[in-house]
């Protein structure tokens, strides 16, 4: 059987993290024995996250073969990401036309420039299974969840009909350049490492991928509570709901409460960076409309109890009679602006198929369910 999948990335009208979704299924759909790449630029921040999708998505990923052909060109792939992926179990990593590059200050007579992943069974075994992702994304935080990129899957999986196996067939022979490419290849080795690392930074300052406001949180070197999967995903989706139980009386014993506390890290949803800050910490203030009352100017602060909280429009005020034993649901309006709806059991039932269908449906330690979705 021949499978297609096509996927259009673009955090701006959230579609984001669709390439290191295709790359997680495609891996998930046989056990393989080796992956090959061709990749023009990485960073370690693209590359960590990767392997980690793939540590819970391939099977016997510490086992399959890993083989990275990865550039220097013109300076963009960071040497930590190679050092990071030369590390992995089972790697190997070249660089091609690495002395030329280093001759000549890192600038290409060629660029180099694919964005190519194949999964196979290793070796001289043809035939199925076989997947290939073709996509514009370098392997970056970028690349992986919020730039705007296109890409395209073929998988085949047994039994093949005689027009999938011809087809099989000319993909093999063509991606025969793989073979050629990575053959005139240089292997990394820490000599070569130390000569880039020695060279790069001699190439004029420029902004890189990963210095896009969109993702620039996840892949500086400071602790975070959330990591970029799933946490891009949470800053750039339209939708967050949360179930209630009964809210702490903090307006007083016989005042319904309006503080709801989240899942640390919740805060990258309202616009807050995901780096790790001390307990009682105000995050920063939000715009908060119930329904269609007066917009309201709310809090939102990393608490005493490690959870995110948020305190929402005053009950009875601004807000409805209560919040306990509800679904609240927040829509974003604009940056750091959020419409506030409680949620009919059949609106709770819509949100929550929606969030499952994107994969952002979770549950905290105490058993509320949240999520996110587009």
């Known amino acids: 059987m021949l499978t297609t999948s096509l996927i259009f990335q673009d955090a701006n009208t959230q579609r984001s993290s669709a390439l290191i979704n295709l790359l997680a ?13 061709a990749i023009a630029y990485a960073t370690y921040s693209g590359c960590r996250d990767l392997v980690s999708r793939f540590e819970k998505s391939v099977a016997g990923w510490q086992d399959l073969q890993k083989l990275w052909l990865i550039s220097f060109d013109f300076g963009h792939t960071e040497a ?37 992943f194949v999964f196979d069974s290793g070796g001289d075994i043809g035939g199925a299974p076989y997947a290939m992702v073709i996509s514009s994304g370098n392997l970056t935080l970028s690349g992986l969840h919020a ?19 011809a087809t099989l067939q000319i993909v093999q022979s063509q991606y025969l350049w793989w073979d050629e490419a990575w053959e005139t290849a240089e292997t990394l080795t ?17 902004p890189k991928e990963d210095d896009t406001f969109a993702v620039r949180p996840f892949a500086s070197a400071s602790p975070r509570e959330v990591e970029a999967d799933p946490g891009v995903d949470w800053a750039h989706a339209r939708c967050f709901w949360i179930e209630t139980q009964e809210l702490y009386k903090n307006r007083g014993r016989d005042r ?45 602060r990393y608490a005493n109890n490690s959870m995110d ?18 679904v609240v649901h927040f829509e974003r309006l604009e940056p750091k602006r959020f419409r506030v709806t409680l949620g009919s059991d059949e609106e709770a039932q819509v949100w929550k198929q929606k969030s499952a269908e994107q994969g952002m449906r979770e549950e905290l330690a105490g ?3 949240f999520g996110f979705y587009n």
């Open 367 to 369: 058993g509320r369910e």
């Open 256 to 300: 319904a409460g309006n503080q709801i506390d989240l899942k640390r890290g919740t805060r990258v949803f309202f616009g807050f960076p995901p780096r790790t800050v001390p307990r009682n910490t105000v995050l920063g203030q939000i715009t908060l409309q119930y329904e269609n009352r007066p917009s309201r100017s709310r809090s939102v």
């Open 25 to 37: 299924a495609v891996g998930a759909s046989s056990q393989y024995g080796r992956l090959r790449t």
């Open 309 to 326: 909280k948020v305190n929402l429009p005053i009950p009875g005020n601004d807000g409805p009679e209560n919040y306990d034993n509800t």
């Open 190 to 206: 820490p000599a070569l490492l130390t000569q880039y690392r020695q060279i790069r930074p001699i190439r004029p300052a420029r």
């Open 80 to 116: 930590s990401a190679l050092e990071y992926l030369h590390a992995v179990p089972n790697s190997e990593v070249r660089i091609p036309g690495a002395t030329n590059l280093l001759q000549n200050r890192l600038m290409p007579q060629y660029c180099f420039h694919p964005k190519t």
């Open 147 to 165: 730039g705007v990129e296109h890409g395209t899957a073929l998988v085949w999986t047994d039994p093949l009909s005689e027009a999938e196996h």
